[in-house]
């Protein structure tokens, strides 16, 4: 996770292997990054594999806790 240059006080969540990841953020686990997600003005990254894991992930989840 790192902070989205596109967003003020945004974060941006990214697959490990992401090319866009540059450094400067901090390694999530799967439950860790789906959190993140939760918290407003934080996104996932669309040019990995991160939204395409953790966006449908999160649906599932709606509606349980």
């Known amino acids: ?3 989205d240059p596109q967003r003020r006080g945004g974060m ?3 697959d ?3 090319r866009h990841t540059t ?4 390694e999530l686990g799967s439950l860790e ?3 993140a997600l939760m918290r407003p003005g934080t996104r996932a ?3 990995c594999a991160a939204a395409e894991i953790l966006l449908p992930a ?3 989840g ?3 806790g």
């Open 23 to 26: 450094g400067g953020g901090r």
């Open 45 to 47: 990254c669309h040019d």
């Open 58 to 60: 999160m649906e599932l």
């Open 12 to 14: 941006l969540v990214h």
């Open 33 to 35: 990054a789906l959190d």
């Open 1 to 3: 996770m790192r902070p």
């Open 16 to 18: 490990a292997a992401c």
């Open 62 to 64: 709606q509606g349980y």
